[in-house]
């Protein structure tokens, strides 16, 4: 492909101290080609005109005529400008809420008006994925990609199919076998990606994706590409919109490839270092029980950024074992079943730059929480879920005190994954189960059940 001059404030950078390597904006490259590891997209801030306050991106809302000003990620385009506007992509991603859950709150003994919800789920393809393809497909379009693929759980297959149409480019989405939620698997065929299902999990997907990427020059859309993570800082800033400009005390996010979490530490470590906020929030990052290597390698092998000197030892020797005991990641959470994340070092960065900490819930605590978000919020796909799970947790430990003011990311919408809601309610397998009630064929029987 192409190389192309960049607008004059963005290149990208390997996130190795010991190399560094520098690259234009126009290469794509996805990994450091020096040293194999990941890249960052990085500005040269004094080139950009960032406003002053974070408050003057409200004016935009005057403005949403304009297609950029009504992306809730392009409305932010000053702290993402690694793109001429005329390449900008936009689908109308970005529109979510931030919602304030007294009943939830209640529910988990906190104080009444501390607890937010941010429902990403009410994007176009109905999760976080959205904010994230806006940018990594200005990119693609930026350096004329005509086709492009993903590894996927299956929000990142929905997503891509759904911007590879609009955008024009050809899509090949691959997903293991048996490994995907129905909602999702039925938007990538709906949106015409060509869907390939591997006999693997998605560490195996991951695998294949990206040597078919560099074999066949296709545009590579997994979270590996640091232009998708610029994308999904702009969750953190709508949060930060959220609360009249204000920055809560904890961000609560599921782990699964690790992409949202690395994205929201640099967004955090940007806006500081602009002088845009005045102190970085903590940040929790919730793994599932069956899918809990960050859980494992932060917590128990003490694996941590240390200036980007990370140790690489403990990491494969911890992946040598998963692959000597030939394990497969397992949870109901589909979203977060990877073993093998993608961004684990940008995840351990964030988690220096947020005071981080990561802990690991139950299938049946995740699905005990996503009937709660169900009951009293607007619902959520079970990975979501492990955020209300995992609060939950660092409430009871005395990690979160009950006055906090807490975020959590709702990743997807209750429609990705009706299995498992519906066997939750029918089958009754949890104390909020709410399965519907046999009646007769009989007003007089079915006045009585209701009364
Ligand atoms: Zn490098």
């Known amino acids: 492909m192409c190389s192309l001059k960049h607008t004059g404030a963005a290149y990208q950078k390997c996130i190795n101290p010991d190399c560094g390597a520098e690259f234009d904006c126009g290469e794509v490259i996805f990994k450091c080609p020096k040293c194999g590891e990941l890249l960052d997209a990085q500005y040269n801030w004094d ?61 988990l003994e906190m104080k009444a008006d501390c607890l937010y919800l941010q429902y990403e789920g009410l994007n176009p393809s109905g999760s976080f994925k959205d904010n994230g393809m806006a940018a990594a497909f200005s990119h693609a379009m930026m350096v004329g990609a005509k086709s492009c693929a993903c590894a996927s759980t299956g929000n990142t297959s929905a997503s891509v199919a759904l911007y590879a149409h609009s955008c024009g480019l050809k899509c090949a989405v691959f997903i293991g076998s048996g490994r995907i939620a129905f909602g999702k698997l039925s938007q990538a065929m709906d949106y ?183 009951k009293y919020g607007l619902g959520c796909e079970p990975a979501s879920a492990a955020t209300i799970a995992g609060l939950k947790h660092l409430l009871a430990e005395g990690v979160v005190e009950k006055d906090q003011r807490v975020a959590c990311v709702l990743t997807g919408h209750p429609l990705k994954d009706p299995n498992v809601t519906v066997n939750y309610h029918k089958e009754k397998q949890g104390q909020f189960s709410n399965p519907p009630i046999e009646a007769p064929n009989d007003l007089e029987q079915i006045i009585k059940l209701i009364q």
């Not at 991106?57 to 000053?78: I, M, P, Q, T, Y």
């Not at 998963?322 to 993608?342: D, G, K, Q, W």
Request: hydrophobic content about 40%.
């Open 192 to 374: 015409g990606a060509q869907t390939i299902q591997i006999k693997g999990d998605f560490d195996d997907c991951m695998r294949q994706v990206q040597a078919v990427c560099s074999k066949l020059g296709l545009y590579l859309l997994n979270s590996l590409n640091p232009f998708r993570l610029e994308g999904q800082k702009t969750i953190m800033y709508r949060i930060i919109e959220g609360l009249g400009w204000d920055v809560p005390d904890w961000i609560i996010v599921p782990g699964g490839n690790l992409g949202n979490s690395s994205a929201f530490g640099k967004a955090f470590y940007e806006l500081k270092q602009l002088g845009l906020i005045e102190r970085i929030p903590r940040m929790a990052i919730i793994n599932a029980t069956g899918a809990d290597t960050l859980t494992d390698l932060v917590n128990n092998k003490k694996l941590i950024w240390n200036n980007g000197q990370v140790d690489q030892q403990i990491i494969d020797d911890y992946y040598a074992d998963l692959t000597a005991r030939n394990f497969s990641p397992h949870t109901c959470a589909s979203a977060i079943e990877i073993a093998r994340p993608v961004n684990l070092k940008k995840c351990l960065r964030s988690i220096d730059i947020c005071d981080g900490i990561v802990r690991a819930v139950s299938d049946e605590e995740i699905c005990d929480a996503k009937a709660i978000i169900g």
């Open 47 to 107: 080139k950009v005109p960032v406003p002053d306050r974070l408050s003057d991106f409200a004016k935009r809302w005057a403005n949403r005529d304009n297609r950029l000003d009504f992306s809730g990620v392009w409305r932010f385009r000053e702290l993402l400008d690694f793109c001429p506007d005329q390449h900008k992509v936009t689908i109308g991603e970005g529109q979510t809420i931030l919602q304030q859950n007294c009943a939830i709150a209640e529910y």
